[in-house]
Each structure stands twice: as C-alpha cells, then as structure tokens.
C-alpha cells in the first residue's frame, strides 16, 4: 500500500487522506472500530508520521473519525449518511425544503447542547465561532466554519441522530450557506449580524439556557431563509 513517488501531483497528506477516507466510506473500517497506531500506518503507507497525523486532522475535521485520550483514534458511525437517502439538491423547492428540515432539527439540537454540552463540545462550538470571526473581521464567509459550528452544536446535543443527520445533509446544508454568504455581503452590515446570531446561540448554550437556544437558532435559521428567498417570491 506504499506511495510511489512521482505517481501524482497531489502531497502525501492528501493522498494517504483519500486513501483512508475511502477505506472508511467502503466499510473496510467498522463504526467505532480502532485504526492503526500513527507508528503502523505510517510503514503501511510509508510515508512519515507527520504526513500521517495531517491525514487524520483532516479526517477528524469531516466528523469521519474522532480520538479518545491515550486510546488512539477511532472510526465514527457514518453508515446511515446513504440509508437517510438524501438525494442531490436540484432546485430551489429541495432546498426550502432543506430549511424547514433544519427548522425542525437544529433549534431542538440547540436546545439540548444547552442542557448536556461538556467543556470539550463547548470548546468545539467556540473553535468554529472564532473562525466565523475572524472571517467578518475580514469582510469574508465561510461556509466551512459555518457548517461546522452548526455540525459542533449537533454533536454537543449527546444524541448521534442529530449529528448524523447534519452530516448527511452537509452537502445540501453547503450550498445555501454558500448562497447566503453571498446575500448577506451585499447588505451593509450584513456579516457582522449574522456573526452576531451566530455568537448568541453559542452564548445561550454556553449559559445552558435551553429556551433561549432554541429561539435563537430559529430565528436565526429563519432570517438566513429569508434573506436567501423572501416569502413574497414563493407565492
């Protein structure tokens, strides 16, 4: 399973990264089930430890593995991403229909990481919410930090269903934030509220203020519907 050199333009993290990912997805790996030592895939990919954990980072940050303190990392249950049978997003109805989806899922999420979150899950939701500012501070979107403090609140719920669901929809979640960056920066201001939405769920889950968590999160799911397809345009 060695790399030869030469046989691609991509880096060896990227490379050892798709090969792991795909082992993953094909279910060479069992949910949960414990993956080589950094020492083992190294000489099985034979590359450098290095390049190995930048391959694992990676997969850590897709929600694809998780770690566990001195035990090693370990593969995440993502076997229902194809029985939730989420199809491509065509059109806009799909994607109204994505948002009622999350209008449904998310405030109850919020509202249950404000009840059971721990200081790692909260220290993951301020991690995302630090990228979404320095993004603003830069007059700049991003869509990856947005899904993943959207994907971090999911997790601190403590119920896989929820997170599970968010990583199936990640891609159809993608794309409206994608189009709604692009609406919020032509209003003035416009980031630095969606920023501020943003900061005040973390805000009310930090203080575990479930009603407020949840009310926050619908208003603020609601607004990004809005400003990406007013009401008026759906009649």
């Given at each position: 399973?060695?790399?030869?050199?030469?046989?691609?333009?991509?880096?060896?993290?990227?490379?050892?990264?798709?090969?792991?990912?795909?082992?993953?997805?094909?279910?060479?790996?069992?949910?949960?089930?414990?993956?080589?030592?950094?020492?083992?895939?190294?000489?099985?990919?034979?590359?450098?430890?290095?390049?190995?954990?930048?391959?694992?980072?990676?997969?850590?940050?897709?929600?694809?593995?998780?770690?566990?303190?001195?035990?090693?990392?370990?593969?995440?249950?993502?076997?229902?991403?194809e029985p939730l049978g989420f199809g491509q997003l065509e059109?806009?109805?799909?994607?109204?229909?994505?948002?009622?989806?999350?209008?449904?899922?998310?405030?109850?999420?919020?509202?249950?990481?404000?009840?059971?979150?721990?200081?790692?899950?909260?220290?993951?939701?301020?991690?995302?919410?630090?990228?979404?500012?320095?993004?603003?501070?830069?007059?700049?979107?991003?869509?990856?930090?947005?899904?993943?403090?959207?994907?971090?609140?999911?997790?601190?719920?403590?119920?896989?269903?929820?997170?599970?669901?968010?990583?199936?929809?990640?891609?159809?979640?993608?794309?409206?934030?994608?189009?709604?960056?692009?609406?919020?920066?032509?209003?003035?201001?416009?980031?630095?509220?969606?920023?501020?939405?943003?900061?005040?769920?973390?805000?009310?889950?930090?203080?575990?203020?479930?009603?407020?968590?949840?009310?926050?999160?619908?208003?603020?799911?609601?607004?990004?519907?809005?400003?990406?397809?007013p009401t008026s345009r759906r009649d």
């Open positions: 399973m060695g790399l030869e050199a030469g046989t691609s333009r991509k880096g060896l993290p990227d490379i050892v990264f798709e090969r792991m990912l795909r082992a993953i997805k094909s279910g060479a790996y069992r949910p949960d089930e414990r993956l080589p030592t950094e020492h083992d895939l190294a000489a099985e990919f034979e590359v450098s430890r290095p390049i190995i954990r930048e391959a694992l980072r990676r997969l850590r940050d897709q929600g694809l593995i998780y770690s566990r303190r001195g035990a090693g990392s370990f593969v995440r249950a993502v076997g229902l991403r059109n806009v109805a799909d994607l109204l229909n994505c948002y009622e989806f999350r209008l449904t899922l998310e405030p109850a999420a919020a509202a249950a990481a404000a009840t059971r979150h721990d200081a790692e899950s909260l220290s993951a939701i301020r991690g995302a919410l630090e990228l979404l500012r320095d993004a603003t501070n830069r007059q700049s979107h991003r869509e990856d930090a947005d899904f993943q403090f959207h994907l971090a609140i999911a997790r601190a719920a403590q119920n896989s269903y929820f997170s599970t669901a968010m990583e199936a929809l990640q891609e159809h979640i993608a794309i409206g934030m994608k189009f709604h960056g692009v609406s919020v920066k032509r209003e003035t201001a416009g980031l630095m509220r969606v920023f501020a939405e943003h900061e005040a769920i973390a805000d009310a889950i930090a203080s575990r203020d479930a009603s407020a968590a949840r009310q926050l999160m619908h208003d603020h799911l609601t607004g990004s519907r809005e400003r990406l397809y």
